[in-house]
């Protein structure tokens, strides 16, 4: 899955290369490192169940449901949910924060995680 999203990712390094002409990466940044662990991350394999835990440790403040271990930070958890609610459902994160109006994450090809935070 790795060589596959890096094959086809035009865009990807597209928005990178402006990124990095406008200064938005900290001197002496890797932009193929930092776009090969982005590429890597997309290509992660999850379990319906382990997909599950990982939502309600987020969903949770950062406490494993499983192991009442606190394993995510508090501010890891924030602006992992703040980046699933602006732009976690890709195009559509905008209408889906006012109609749906929680984090949500859809993968590019399978799956979908929607949470309520502490709940």
Request: charged fraction near 15%.
């Amino acid at each position: 899955t790795f060589l596959s999203e890096k094959a086809e990712a035009d865009r990807n390094f597209a928005i990178g290369y402006y990124l990095k002409e406008h200064g938005v990466f900290p001197d002496n940044t890797s932009l193929t490192g930092t776009l090969d662990l982005y590429f890597q991350l997309c290509s992660v394999e999850a379990t319906t169940d382990s997909a599950a835990v990982i939502s309600a440790t987020l969903a949770n403040g950062g406490v494993c449901p499983t192991t009442k271990v606190e394993c995510v930070t508090a501010d890891a958890v924030r602006n992992t949910l703040s980046l699933m609610y602006s732009c976690g459902i890709y195009d559509y994160s905008g209408e889906w924060a006012f109609d749906v109006g929680i984090p949500a994450k859809s993968p590019g090809r399978n799956g979908h995680s929607a949470l309520i935070p502490l709940l």
